[in-house]
């Protein structure tokens, strides 16, 4: 559990810290950056445990396609690594695929700006491939 409570707080850290070059590398525009940092914080609190809702953030957006590495390098993670992380976290009975699933459909109109970012990121990225 302590390797959980420490791997949640790092991705809390690089989130807060990489977010606003994810609006710029992901194509958002700047003035939205205050806001979605905002929303992190928001959902932060959620629940008490925002490490835990930052990983369902991070692997939510690391889902949208799973082998873009882009998305991964914006928020400075091995994408391998977390997908490690996110099997061990799940075997813990923490963050699955349901449970993000109804965190999201819960959230996207009280955190729309975060959903925006996601569903950005997807579109830019699979603009790019083709």
Partial sequence: MAYLAVYSERLVQMV???LEDSMQRLLMPAAHSADIVQEVKALCSLGGCKGGTI???VTYLLERDAKTKEIAD???INISTAHRSLERLEQ????S???RSRLWTLNKRRFPLLYSLSRTSTVILSTRKS
Avoid: Q
């Fill in 16 to 18: 807060e810290h990489k």
């Fill in 55 to 57: 990983m369902k953030i």
């Fill in 74 to 76: 914006t928020f400075g």
């Fill in 92 to 95: 813990h009975g923490f963050a």
């Fill in 97 to 99: 695929k349901e449970e």
